[in-house]
């Protein structure tokens, strides 16, 4: 199914009510950037079981929401305001007619990122969250953070926004090899990424545009002003991928500590995608987020 934001942007949703004669709430699931609704489906089975209804929806510009430049391929937006456009529609037009109360956060990455910004916006639009190895900040590479920052502001400034960022473009999202990935430690799960893309080519998403990135920074900057994470009153569990090679662990532990109601649990045998790891991981994710929700 899909809906229309305020901007007009065609997003591309699902409900997953929950099967139990007791439903015990809803989970609003958020996926990272480069995600979509299939590679959530074992996690949404977990919430179903629980007895939760769970909602998701593919972000602008991933999966199979509106894409925002001719070449699909690219990870773009022009900045976070336009997600959170994506998510006020989602709860306006599907969450809110349709909910059962509490209403949870559970958000990764790049999601969990745009879900801080949301949970200051509308502190009373859901009753917890739970974030997994949420986008604080990132970890540039192959760069120095500076030198990372100076080429995204000049590819701003120089008309570059549309372009993957350097060496980006030589990365295949249909030939990623399991085998060093900072990922997942499961080959399954692994698999079962690629083989979604495989089946249906209008899922893939590749590296990200200097746009992409410029947007992050900027959006980076808000989190880290002061007053911003202390505004932010819903209770929130962060956890930590302790192998994590994408984002950074330490600015989720700054950012905690800044927060009224926060607490910092860290997985340290875990790569960045927590929901997609070996089961061993998984059991102490799900048995953290039972004892936070209850």
């Known amino acids: 199914a899909r809906f229309r934001t305020a901007d007009g942007v065609g997003i591309r949703y699902g409900v997953w009510p929950s099967p139990l004669e007791r439903v015990r709430g809803s989970v609003v699931v958020l996926n990272g950037r480069k995600e979509y609704l299939e590679k959530y489906t074992e996690t949404i089975g977990d919430l179903n079981r629980r007895g939760f209804s769970a909602y998701s929806f593919d972000w602008r510009g991933q999966g199979l929401s509106d894409r925002l430049l001719p ?9 976070y305001e336009d997600y959170l456009l994506d998510l006020e529609g989602f ?3 599907i969450v809110r007619p349709n909910e059962a109360e509490p209403v949870i956060l559970l958000a990764h990455s790049m999601g969990g990122h745009i ?9 009373t639009a859901v009753s917890r969250a739970v974030l997994t190895a949420p986008l604080i900040d990132i970890i540039p590479s192959p760069y120095p953070r500076w030198i990372a920052i100076i080429l995204t502001r000049l590819a701003a400034k120089t008309g570059f926004t549309h372009a993957y960022v350097l060496g980006a473009k030589y990365r295949n999202p249909f030939d990623q090899a399991f085998q060093g990935n900072p990922l997942t430690s499961d080959p399954c799960r692994f698999g079962f990424d690629k083989q979604a893309i495989t089946d249906n080519p209008d899922l893939a998403l590749g590296e990200p545009t200097f746009g992409w990135v410029a947007a ?5 900057a808000m989190l880290k002003q ?3 994470a202390e505004g932010i ?3 929130v569990m962060m956890i930590s991928a302790g192998k994590d090679r994408i984002v950074c662990c330490e600015a989720q532990k700054r950012i905690c500590l800044r927060m009224p109601d926060c607490r910092l649990k860290v997985l340290d045998e875990s790569l960045h995608e927590i929901l997609m790891e070996a089961d061993p991981i998984r059991e102490r994710f799900w048995r953290a987020f039972d004892r936070f929700v209850d």
């Not at 070449?71 to 900045?79: A, M």
């Not at 879900?115 to 502190?123: K, M, Q, S, T, V």
């Not at 992050?216 to 980076?220: A, G, N, P, V, W």
């Open 115 to 123: 879900a801080l910004r949301f949970l200051h916006d509308h502190p």
């Open 233 to 235: 009153e819903t209770p």
């Open 71 to 79: 070449d699909r391929l690219k990870g773009y937006v022009q900045n």
């Open 91 to 93: 709860f306006d037009q």
């Open 216 to 220: 992050t920074l900027d959006s980076i």
């Open 226 to 228: 002061a007053g911003y």
